[in-house]
């Protein structure tokens, strides 16, 4: 959608708008609150702002429905839509690493308590695989800030192909 277009849209229709790049109310609200925008970076350095950073609620909220690292997102929703692309360096075909990823993941889960979180787009499945090795030996707080940046850079990154000039 253009920006000119968003900033017109009823608040209600903004923030439905937002939700897709990550689902945290008050982070779509303060967005849509603060239109209109007169370019996509001021667009982007209010969203930065409205994210910096996401309490650990709303990280946890936002990671309920997030498909695990290496897992094809279900479904044809702009949110699913967006995970297949981010996710397209993880080839479903390379059975090692989509092992050792599934072996990952469920290890971080039993350590963490929650899904292995990592802003995909751009990266091989193997630099995937051994930021996710890397991590597993965080404590809980390193571990919940770092989780806490990577949902932001994905808002952020999701927020730029939603909202175009």
Do not use: K
Request: charged share 30%.
């Amino acid at each position: 959608m253009l920006l000119e277009e968003f900033n017109r849209l009823e608040p209600g229709d903004a923030v439905a708008a937002l939700r897709p790049c990550v689902d945290v109310t008050r982070w779509c609200e303060a967005i849509a609150d603060r239109r209109p925008f007169d370019s996509i970076d001021a667009l982007v350095a209010e969203a930065a702002r409205a994210a910096a950073p996401f309490t650990s609620a709303e990280v946890e909220s936002a990671l309920a429905h997030h498909p695990r690292i290496g897992e094809r997102a279900d479904g044809g929703s702009r949110e699913a839509t967006m995970s297949r692309s981010e996710q397209s360096g993880v080839d479903p075909s390379d059975v090692d690493v989509q092992q050792a990823l599934r072996e990952g993941n469920l290890a971080y889960e039993e350590r963490f308590g929650r899904v292995f979180l990592i802003r995909a787009a751009g990266r091989s499945a193997e630099e995937i695989l051994s930021t996710l090795q890397e991590r597993l030996r965080n404590d809980a707080d390193a571990e919940g800030r770092i989780v806490a940046e990577q949902l932001r850079e994905i808002a952020l990154l999701r927020l730029r192909g939603t909202v175009t000039v």
